[in-house]
């Protein structure tokens, strides 16, 4: 089993920034991609970005590239999603999750809300 704590969100004002981070502990040792969704209010969950558990690989939702970046310290059992240039749009509950490279999201954090006003 893997838990997962995300912190780092808030308000902001539209074009700030902030960085979330998502702590994992548990069966840490084991290789996990690990990426962040996001989910606005009557909206589906979607994908946000992904980082290969080596660190070396990432993926993009069209509407964050250039803008957010994953990264992780496979030391501190952490990942972080910095998010720049925030648009009200990107208001929402981001979520951390992990996974078996290459596999589906099996573990899920509780959440943690992000808000960018206008």
């Known amino acids: 089993q893997v838990q997962l704590v995300e912190s780092g969100g808030g308000l902001v004002q539209a074009g700030g920034a902030l960085r979330l981070s998502c702590a994992a502990s548990?069966?840490?040792?084991?290789?996990?991609?690990m990426g962040w969704s996001r989910q606005a209010p009557g909206k589906e969950r979607e994908f946000v970005a992904r980082?290969?558990?080596?660190?070396?690989?990432?993926y993009y939702a069209d509407s964050v590239k250039g803008r957010f970046t994953i990264s992780r310290d496979n030391a501190k059992n952490t990942v972080y999603l910095q998010m720049n240039s925030l648009k009200p749009e990107d208001t929402a509950v981001y979520y951390c999750?992990?996974?078996?490279?290459?596999?589906?999201?099996?573990?899920w954090g509780q959440g943690t809300q992000v808000t960018v006003s206008s």
């Open positions: 999750a992990g996974a078996v490279p290459g596999g589906r999201y099996d573990y």
């Open positions: 548990g069966r840490t040792s084991s290789r996990y991609d």
């Open positions: 980082i290969h558990w080596s660190g070396g690989i990432t």
